[in-house]
């Protein structure tokens, strides 16, 4: 268990992420609903999902996934902003948009309180005065707790930190993204909790997406061919082709095991549709890389 921020909460290091393919519909439901059984048999504390994942398909299947359970220690976390609508993603961060986004979560979710409502994605003048009065009234009402960014750019996440009205950042933090630290150790210091996404590099350190055995493994093709982003990490990814070659680790326990090096990330949120995977990946809180490979990995790191 880490700090989270400020918060006096303390979260699992190890989160559980309730997107990706874990969200669409074609991943069937019952297997998505086993691996957060296994994630809470694990200790897991963290959850995190968004409106926009698999089209509201995502909070349902969690809020099935946590229905009888006591989630009164639980962090679960969802976003704002883009959202499905009539089969088009829209983005829309005004007052009222986000409050009948954050009403459908709720209703999703089962909760009455989200510990920690994100918005997804916003450009800096999209996080205007208005909103963020309508989000205190909203808190105010019990109808979430913490706040959160969610971005992967630079400009939103310094202007969220320097504002002061954010509790959590969520940024993608991995081997391929380690100039991230910076952010994160100046979020930490502002007391925010720093939550680590994409801690496997979408899986691209371990060529996750070239091994094509399941649907999922196309999805992750797709999805890495998708963005120029995607397909530079692909390429990079195979930079770390040693990290396959570490005795007693897997490449993606060492991909995990190099975030949570960082004692500045208070989680790291992976996704997974496979429980063998998540069991895995659950052994490595309380372990140290090998400082030779951290040495390598800085290398590596450094030389590009
Ligand atoms: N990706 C984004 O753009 C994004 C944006 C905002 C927030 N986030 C948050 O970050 C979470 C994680 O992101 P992500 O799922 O995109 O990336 P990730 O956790 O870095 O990587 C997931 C990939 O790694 C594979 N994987 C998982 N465990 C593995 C293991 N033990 N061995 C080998 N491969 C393994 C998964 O395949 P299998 O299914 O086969 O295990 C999948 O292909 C999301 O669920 C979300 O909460 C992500």
């Known amino acids: 268990m880490r700090p989270f921020g400020r918060t006096g909460a303390l979260v699992s290091e190890l989160g559980f992420g309730c997107a ?7 991943f069937p439901e019952a297997q ?15 959850f995190d999902t968004g409106a926009s994942y698999g089209g509201g398909v995502a909070e349902t299947r969690l809020g099935l996934a946590l229905k009888g359970r006591d989630t009164s220690r ?14 088009k993603v829209v983005r829309d961060y005004s007052p009222d948009a986000i409050e009948a986004s954050l009403a459908r979560s709720r209703e999703r979710l089962g909760l009455d309180t989200i510990p920690l409502f994100q918005l997804h994605g916003p450009e800096i003048p999209e996080m205007t005065d208005a909103l963020f009065e ?3 009234q909203l808190r105010a009402r019990g109808w979430f707790r913490l706040l959160g960014l969610n971005s992967f750019d630079q400009e939103p996440l310094d202007w969220a930190i320097a504002s002061g009205r954010f509790d959590t950042v969520m940024l993608d933090y991995n081997v391929l993204r380690a100039d991230r630290a910076a952010l994160i150790g100046t979020a930490a210091g502002s007391g925010m909790a ?27 093709l797709a999805r890495g061919l ?27 326990q060492a991909a995990l095991g190099w975030v949570l090096a960082n004692p500045q990330v208070s ?3 992976v996704g997974t ?7 895995e990946l659950a052994m490595v809180p309380g372990r140290q890389l090998p400082q030779a490979v951290m040495a390598r990995i800085a290398d590596t790191q450094h030389r590009h």
């Open 20 to 26: 990706s393919f874990w969200g669409r519909s074609m």
């Open 32 to 46: 998505a609903i086993a691996l957060v059984h296994q994630a809470l048999e694990l200790g897991i504390s963290f």
């Open 74 to 87: 639980l962090l679960i976390a969802t976003k704002a902003g883009p959202e499905k609508i009539n089969g």
């Open 134 to 136: 309508r989000l205190w």
């Open 194 to 220: 720093a939550i680590a996404g994409m801690p496997l590099a979408m899986g691209h350190i371990d060529r996750q997406a070239l091994k094509l055995r399941r649907p999922s493994d196309l999805w992750y």
């Open 226 to 252: 998708a963005y120029p982003r995607h397909r530079a990490d692909m390429v990079a990814g195979m930079r770390y082709g040693f990290l396959r070659e570490i005795e007693g680790w897997s490449a993606a």
């Open 267 to 269: 989680v790291a949120v």
């Open 273 to 279: 549709t496979r429980p063998e995977h998540l069991a």
